[in-house]
């Protein structure tokens, strides 16, 4: 029922800034919860950082805060996840997730979200 492509990802310096896209397609995407995760190799997929359906709850994994910054825009069904000061350590594939919203708050369990992109690759050079 709600089909997510992301895109932005790419190869870009430590320190530097990357900008990322979640297109959603969908009737039920102003009413979703949405998030975004990232899962490096052999390591389990985390929470990154989530929007509830109105936009007023914003909540960042603790190794985010303040340099990733998540908006949505229920206009264009898009939701994006602007990522500043970035650190090898960020190097990972990043996707975007929704729920349908029963109530208005952020998600953190990926188990919730049904539904997923295909994820987009950030790598960041040391």
């Known amino acids: 029922q709600v089909q997510l492509v992301e895109s932005g990802g790419g190869l870009v310096q430590a320190g530097g800034s990357l900008r990322l896209s979640c297109a959603a397609s969908?009737?039920?995407?102003?009413?979703?919860?949405l998030g975004w995760f990232r899962q490096a190799p052999g390591k389990e997929r985390e929470f990154v950082a989530g929007?509830?359906?109105?936009?007023?709850?914003?909540y960042y994994a603790d190794f985010v805060m303040g340099r990733f910054t998540i908006s949505r825009d229920n206009a264009k069904n898009t939701v994006h996840l602007q990522m500043n000061s970035l650190k090898p350590e960020d190097t990972a594939v990043y996707y975007c997730?929704?729920?349908?919203?029963?109530?208005?708050?952020?998600?953190?369990?990926?188990?919730?979200?049904?539904?997923w992109g295909q994820g987009t690759q950030v790598t960041v050079s040391s």
């Open positions: 969908g009737r039920t995407f102003s009413t979703s919860n």
């Open positions: 929007i509830s359906r109105s936009g007023k709850v914003i």
């Open positions: 997730a929704a729920v349908r919203a029963i109530s208005d708050r952020v998600i953190t369990t990926r188990e919730v979200y049904d539904y």
